[in-house]
């Protein structure tokens, strides 16, 4: 059986020579380019299995380099993993936007390494084989909920079962990712650390939600903590699982994408109620330093003032008067103000 060919286009020489040794190691051919035009113009000439790729490199930056292969005809198939720096996670969401398959860090670990390689490579040889074959049965092209269930099926029987007491963390912000997690029983809640040491609650989970999909898909240290507001039951999918079931069965893919675009609509009506409630609060404030400052006496500004005063539109304070108006914490007319409850217009603020 012919080995199969990876070519690596790498401007630094210790890491493009590291690789090659690697690779020819453990019974990969490869090939090298010391830059982004040499790469293409050998990828183009005797396409690879496979193509390795650094991002900054002098002549043709590794985006460029994905970019003229994809409009090729003779490489655009061709498996393509970006090589990337730890801290340059823009660039890998960008490179993986751009449709390249993969990428590895450096420094990189070996086992990481190949790891990744006969991932891609097994799904290449996965994907020609069912586009050359016409005896196989076709997988039809959307199956979410067979993917669901797929996914389901998978933590029963490779799941950990773990129980976590009210009050402790499932896992903190800035841990590296190893398993997804569902929760049986229980709720939990995912929480941010704001820069000036408060916490805020991002998303309260229930039974049968999931949470750290996005985390293991990008490689990345958790951006939030996960805790158990009562005593939890969960299980712990591992994340080479999942990676594996993404890599051989498309209909987990869809799976995943159906629930990850419902959490994006959550999230993004939850911060239109956030930003709303930070207006009656803003607005609110403006209202009762104003009314402490007049001493009590009717306020006499335009709705374009206020707006301007509490720093959002004039349609979103007059709403907010018009909330508070409804629930008999001041009345309006024309320009006037005049508070009825400043009590409870503080109130708001806490």
Do not use: W
């Not at 800035?174 to 709720?187: A, C, K, L, W």
């Not at 994340?239 to 594996?244: A, G, I, V």
């Not at 675009?261 to 409630?277: I, K, T």
């Amino acid at each position: 059986m012919d080995k199969q060919r990876l070519l690596i286009i790498e401007d630094n020489e210790e890491v493009r020579e590291n690789l090659a040794e690697i690779l020819e190691l453990f019974g990969y051919h490869a090939t090298t380019a010391e830059n982004g035009l040499e790469g293409v113009k050998a990828c183009i000439q005797d396409p690879p299995d496979m193509i390795l790729c650094d991002i900054m490199m002098p002549e043709l930056d590794g985006f460029g380099v994905l970019n003229l292969l994809s409009e090729n005809e003779r490489t655009a198939g061709i498996p393509f993993i970006f090589i990337t720096a730890k801290t340059e996670t823009e660039d890998i969401r960008r490179g993986m936007n751009l449709g390249a398959d993969d990428y590895i860090t450096k420094p990189f670990y070996k086992d990481e390494l190949l790891q990744v390689i006969r991932t891609r490579l097994k799904k290449a040889a996965l994907r020609s084989g069912a586009g050359s074959s016409t005896s196989e049965k076709q997988v039809h092209l959307s199956d979410p909920d067979g993917g669901a269930a797929a996914l389901a099926k998978a933590f029963s029987d490779s799941g950990r079962e773990r129980t976590v007491p009210h009050g402790q963390s499932i896992v903190r912000e800035g841990e590296f990712p190893h398993f997804i997690y569902r929760v049986n029983s229980g709720n939990v809640h995912l929480s941010r650390s704001h820069e000036y040491g408060r916490d805020y609650v991002i998303a309260e989970l229930g039974p049968g939600e999931i949470f750290g999909i996005p985390t293991v898909l990008e490689r990345a240290p958790f951006h939030y903590t996960a805790k158990a507001i009562t005593e939890v039951s969960c299980q712990m999918l591992p994340s080479k699982t999942l990676m594996d079931l993404i890599n051989t069965d498309r209909s987990v893919t869809e799976a995943l994408m159906r629930l990850l675009a419902g959490r994006l609509v959550e999230h993004s009506e939850r911060l239109v109620h956030q930003a709303y409630d930070s207006v009656r609060r803003r607005t609110a404030l403006v209202v009762c330093d104003l009314h402490e400052k007049y001493e009590s006496k009717p306020l006499e500004l335009s709705r374009d003032e206020l707006a301007q005063m509490v720093g959002s539109t004039k349609e979103s304070v007059i709403r907010a008067l018009s909330d508070f108006k409804r629930e008999g914490l001041l009345t309006t007319e024309g320009k006037t103000i005049m508070v009825k409850d400043v009590v409870g217009l503080r109130g708001l603020l806490v």
